[in-house]
């Protein structure tokens, strides 16, 4: 009895081996679609938080200096102005206060190709700095899209070596939640159109449908040998509806969307962005529509960025933010939109292909 009670005991797995079995099945649910789409979002904050601990203070610092030298410059004409011997010496007068108006006018010239939009810096230099968690978020979504607007770049060598690392993990894993975000869309959508949009979902339309495309078919095809009446068997409508039922009920990943439909798709994300940033940002819709079709399709030139032309002082930082935040969901949404509508109309070109070649190979036979 004491054999048996231990040979139903339950052995305990090494640590090792329950480690291994937790880290698989760990690995397994972040390569699954909903783990890759989690693991895309916290690559993206985990970028942010490196990018604002590496760029964040350093740049604070740089804006800080510039406050700093504007004041230091009023202050200098002010003395030039009230305290200098030969300030009634129109040259030298002149000549001095050009030359500091020229050394500020460079340093600000020097600032902004370094990514200085003009604005002040707060007393802690925090509240308005280009690296806050939606500008770093932004700036870390742009670099693994490759999109790359421009307007938020690192300064120091350990941002650029970061930001080199960054993407050489960030890029592929990307392209992965691409190809997978894109291709569960591309099937959802092929059973929402084959449901609603071919009627599959009535049964007596599409009924109506299948026999009027069978009854199209069989009128083009020409019967090879003549069979009398008494050559058919009763049985065959019976067949002829069980084929038309299964074509019903076919499987809806057979489905092709067309081309038409795909364009559709892209065209009112783009105008749908576009509305929402021109109310947003007080752009007009044709800077809108420029503004999403150069983000969607990764060209990025940085001309036209959100959260630049906000013009409201007291809620800017907020806006900001949340316009930050926006398009950084608008992306990710929009390029696995824009992957899912690619694999469609490639579904349907290799189709229309397919059809072609049988098409030409049957004209051959009927030649011969």
Known sequence: MMERKRSFKRRKQPLSERAKEHCRKLTAFLFSNVGIILLVVLYT???????I????????????NITRQRVYVASKLWEISCCEENTFNKSRFTSLVRKEIYQYQESIVRAARKGWQ?????????????????GAFLYSLTVITTIGYGNISPRT??????????????????????????????????????KFCLCRICPGVARKRAIRERSKKNSTE???????????????????????????????????????????????????????????ENWN????????????????????????????PEDKERLVDVSFILCA???????????????????????KLRSFKACVKGCFRCRR
């Not at 800077?287 to 409201?312: E, H, R, T």
Request: charged share 15%.
């Open 45 to 51: 904050i985990a970028g942010s938080f490196m990018f």
């Open 53 to 64: 601990a590496i760029e964040g203070q350093q740049a604070i610092e740089r804006w800080q």
């Open 118 to 134: 003009g604005i002040d810096t707060g007393t802690g230099g925090e509240s308005n700095s280009p690296w806050s968690f939606s």
């Open 157 to 194: 060598e350990l941002g650029k070596i970061s930001t080199i690392f960054y993407a050489i993990i960030g890029m592929p894993l990307f392209l992965l939640y691409l190809s997978l975000i894109g291709d569960i869309l591309a099937k959802s959508f092929k059973w929402t159109y084959a």
């Open 222 to 280: 020409e019967p090879e040998n003549n069979y009398s009446i008494s050559d058919i068997d009763f049985n065959e409508n019976d067949l002829y509806n069980n084929e038309i039922e299964n074509e019903i009920t076919g499987d809806t990943h057979t489905v092709t969307v067309p081309l038409t439909v795909c364009i559709a798709i892209m065209i009112g994300y783009i105008i749908f962005g576009a509305s929402l940033f021109a109310r947003w």
């Open 285 to 312: 819709l044709l800077d809108g529509s420029y503004f999403c079709f150069i983000s969607l399709s990764s060209i990025g030139f940085g001309d036209i960025v959100p959260g630049l032309s906000l013009k409201n």
């Open 329 to 351: 969901v608008y992306l990710l949404l929009g390029m696995a939109l824009i992957a899912m509508c690619f694999s469609l109309m490639q579904e349907q070109v290799v189709y």
